[in-house]
């Protein structure tokens, strides 16, 4: 029996150390192009990465899923990053990772469940849209225009302008990810991105080619306790904004992918408020260190699992890889193309935008299709904060209308005529009360039944009570026999 079980546990783990050198190989140019293309030193990305393998994946909230820098919270970090600068986002990181932990320990990580999936579909979207109006001046070598609708609008010009060489190197690498899908399975051990930014790399290397490339500081110089005084920041009221945000969708993103990562694997299911907590302790550990926030990502999480990961120690290991990367040879991350990584984020990025859930949403329920692309748009046209204000309203509208719903019955009794009102109304209804009552014959005696109603609220019965002096009889006196 011991025997026994010290073999199983010698298999359990050459499983795992297999899994996460492949988790590490398709984290690491993801962690650079995360980096990148929010704002930050390249070696930050990895230093997240690093954080959520050796630190969240101790904990036992998630035993496979991983975590690091997310391609979803990239357009909120640039945007904070030109607002509050590097040094900032460390605070908004930790106070975020801090909310997480406080959102754990009151167990609302279930409530993340309640979220409108056509809401999370629209946000993804949106951050889609927005990657790929970026990314694509990067791959021209080009500097983007600020704001999305900017970018959207100068995409024209853009030829023009276009550096052809980086334009090469990132179509190359945008056609080895997608084409690495339909090689030998024995050849797709190695991630896809990573083949196309190494050989984008190598080709860049050997032609001496003239493109911008990343720029390397070192991870000692890159990371940076925040001061005391950049805490001030917090006093603002847009920079509050950007960690409830920041606390939001990195939670939404991760339990998530912990729904979607317990569907690819039979082990032990997700606990959701330990793995909130897990996250926030993750991120107030990048916060202090001046790195990324992390969600959990979908990609590496399931390249874990298909990789034949067993327990915890893959997603632990795989941030051991990344930290002696950093260490080791940080140099190589000179002769990688900003193009080749912004090749990799493209495809990303449009791997984001669900164009089948929004046609399957269409010819079934018409009006979540409707919500997740005013969703999309909104992120677009807005910031990601705004747009997914406007979503979640957008379905709480929705809901109301569907929920609410008004029958008007006319039953003669005697000289009188009785108005029977049945179902359920909201403001959302009032048009079509309000219109079926007035349509009554004038001076006809009138009496209004609530009786039937299952729910009334305070805009409907105070119109009520208005058309029932318009008629010159006592107002209603309260919602009787209604719940």
């Keep these: 029996m011991a025997g026994g079980s010290r073999m199983a546990g010698a298999d359990t783990f050459r499983e795992d150390f297999g899994a996460s050198v492949v988790v590490a190989l398709v984290a690491l140019p993801l962690c650079v192009g995360v980096a990148v293309a929010s704002g930050v030193p390249a070696e930050l990305g990895i230093v997240t990465g690093v954080v959520g393998g050796l630190v969240t994946g101790w904990f036992r909230g998630s035993a496979l899923q991983v975590s690091g820098p997310a391609a979803g919270l990239t357009v909120l970090v640039y945007e904070a990053v030109q607002a509050h600068g590097v040094s900032g986002l460390g605070v908004l990181v930790l106070a975020a990772g801090l909310l997480q932990v406080g959102m754990g320990v009151l167990r609302l990580g279930r409530w993340f469940r309640a979220i409108s999936v056509a809401v999370v579909h629209g946000m993804l979207a949106g951050i889609g849209l927005v990657l790929i109006a970026s990314q694509v001046y990067a791959v021209g070598g080009v500097e983007a225009p600020g704001g999305t609708l900017e970018k959207l609008g100068a995409l024209p010009s853009l030829v023009a302008r276009a550096d052809w060489n980086a334009v090469a190197l990132g179509a190359g690498t945008i056609v080895l990810v997608v084409g690495w899908r339909r090689v030998p399975a024995r050849l797709r051990v190695v991630p896809g991105a990573l083949v196309g930014v190494a050989a984008a790399t190598a080709v860049c290397t050997v032609l001496r080619l003239p493109v911008e490339r990343v720029r390397v500081t070192g991870v000692l110089d890159a990371v940076g306790l925040p001061a005391w005084g950049e805490f001030g920041v917090l006093a603002s009221v847009g920079a509050c904004g950007t960690v409830v945000a920041l606390a939001l969708i990195a939670s939404a993103e991760t339990l998530f992918s912990a729904a979607a990562v317990d569907r690819m694997h039979d082990g032990p299911r997700t606990r959701y408020d330990r793995e909130l907590v897990a996250q926030g302790i993750g991120n107030a550990v990048c916060g202090l260190l001046g790195a990324l926030p992390m969600t959990a990502v979908i990609v590496r999480s399931a390249a874990n699992v298909e990789a034949g990961a067993r327990t915890r120690a893959s997603r632990i290991l795989h941030g051991g890889w990344l930290l002696l990367f950093a260490v080791a040879v940080p140099g190589m991350l000179e002769a990688v193309p900003l193009a080749a990584l912004a090749g990799v984020l493209l495809h990303a990025g449009w791997k984001l935008l669900p164009a089948k859930a929004v046609a399957a949403l269409w010819r079934t329920h018409r009006g979540e299709a409707v919500v997740l ?28 209308w569907e929920t609410s719903h008004v029958q008007i019955e006319e039953v003669w009794e005697g000289g009188e005529l009785r108005v029977q009102v049945l179902g359920s109304a909201s403001f959302l209804r009032l048009p079509k009360l309000l219109d079926a009552l007035e349509a009554l014959p004038p001076g006809q005696p009138v009496r209004l039944d609530l009786s039937g109603m299952g729910h009334l609220d305070h805009a409907c019965l105070t119109a009520l009570r208005g058309w029932e002096r318009g008629r010159g009889r006592a107002p209603l006196p309260g919602r009787e026999g209604v719940t």
């Design 373 to 400: 692309v005013a969703t999309a748009g909104a992120v677009v046209a807005t910031n990601l904060f705004e747009g997914v204000l406007v979503g979640l309203g957008l379905a709480v509208v929705k809901a109301a």
